[in-house]
């Protein structure tokens, strides 16, 4: 009698974890799947801290920057200030402070990725001009 309950206990305890691997392994190939997606588009990418551009904006309350076009004192002032007021040592929250070091980040990043982008479609409208350097 008692291997009959172990036996089922086993086989239901099986049945529950077989169920939540497999849900567990659909919803982390559709966010692969939603990422490699939306790889390719600035405005909702995801990078390794996990915040969007969005995200990062609203944190530091500046415009998202438009091209490579951006107010990078405005968002560094931003910076230093919330930065500031949410040191650890003068009562503010460390998690908050790492949410606004890494808002700026993400701003930085996608106008160096526009800056650079800009810079290419420049160079490949003017076309490769090679300096050439002559002695004296």
Not at 63 to 75: D, H, I, R
Not at 83 to 102: M, T, V
Request: hydrophobic letters at 30%; proline letters at 3%; glycine letters at 8%.
């Amino acid at each position: 009698m008692a291997h009959r309950i172990v036996s089922q206990v086993v086989v239901t305890g099986a049945r529950v974890f077989g169920r939540a691997f497999a849900e567990a392994y659909k919803q982390a190939s559709a966010s692969s799947k939603y990422a490699s997606k939306n790889n390719g588009k600035g405005g909702n990418a995801f990078t390794s801290s996990g915040l969007t551009l969005d995200e990062a904006c609203k944190i530091l309350n500046v415009k998202p920057p438009q091209g490579a076009e951006s107010n990078l004192e405005q968002t560094m002032e931003r910076f230093k200030k919330l930065f500031d007021q949410n040191d650890p040592k003068k009562g503010g929250s460390f998690y908050l402070q790492s949410k606004i070091l890494r808002a700026r980040e993400r701003i930085e990043m996608e106008v160096r990725q526009a800056q650079r982008h800009s810079a290419q479609e420049k160079e490949l409208q003017e076309g490769w001009k090679p300096k050439v350097y002559k002695d004296r």
